[in-house]
């Protein structure tokens, strides 16, 4: 089942406020997280709050827009007709 925006948000409150006060474990739900150093805590708040964001665009429906980038090496009016 997939977790819902403010389950996500809710992790991530938990880190955030477990790294500042330099704890080694934060517990959320039926899940444990045990930090090893700084870089881990910042990984997974990371992997969080990509998580947070693909929930966020589900639940709202939406989607990224397209980009469409068109690149040429002769350039526009150089060469051709006269």
Not at 13 to 25: F, L
Not at 35 to 44: G, I, P, V
């Amino acid at each position: 089942m997939a977790r819902t925006v403010q389950q996500i948000q809710a992790d991530i409150d938990t880190v955030r406020s477990e790294m500042s006060n330099s704890a080694q474990e934060a517990r959320f739900g039926d899940r444990m997280f045990r930090s090893r150093s700084t870089d881990e805590a910042l990984k997974a708040l990371a992997a969080l709050e990509i998580e947070l964001n693909s929930a966020s665009a589900a639940a709202n429906n939406t989607t990224r827009p397209r980009q469409v980038r068109l690149s040429g090496s002769s350039g526009f009016g150089s060469g051709g007709c006269a």
